[in-house]
Nanobody
Framework: EVQLVESGGGLVQAGGSLRLSCAAS????????IGWFRQAPGKEREGVSC????????YQAPSVKGRFTISRDNAKNTVYLQMNSLKPEDTAVYYC??????????????????????WGQGTQVTVSS
């Protein structure tokens, strides 16, 4: 069973940085995509960025491109999301998710959260203006 544990959220001023971590366990296949989603109150869960574990291919949503960077450490089974130049509109609960058999571009489709079946508990990111 896939288990995902997020850490690293918190409160930061606009323009600041945070790094989220997602520690994964229970993987038996390399063809997993691990991604970050976020959900603000009253809004649909949206894909932020993801990475394919086997080849390192990545996807970033247009709203975060150039500010957020996703990376992986396969030896530690951990995926990181480095978030720079944070804006108040980045405020949300950030969730780590994983799914077998996808490409990184799977996150680019509408309602991509429906494609991911394993989820962490979420970590709050609050950006003050």
């Amino acid at each position: 069973e896939v288990q995902l544990v997020e850490s690293g959220g918190g409160l930061v001023q606009a323009g600041g940085s945070l790094r989220l971590s997602c520690a994964a366990s229970g993987f038996t296949f390399d063809d997993y995509v691990i991604g970050w989603f976020r959900q603000a109150p009253g809004k649909e869960r949206e894909g932020v960025s993801c990475i394919r574990r086997s080849d390192g291919n990545t996807y970033q949503a247009p709203s975060v491109k150039g500010r957020f960077t996703i990376s992986r450490d396969n030896a530690k089974n951990t995926v990181y999301l480095q978030m720079n130049s944070l804006k108040p509109e980045d405020t949300a609960v950030y969730y780590c998710a994983a799914q077998r058999g996808l490409t990184a571009q799977a996150m680019s489709v509408k309602a991509s959260f429906l494609l991911f079946h394993s989820w962490g508990q979420g970590t709050q990111v609050t950006v003050s203006s």
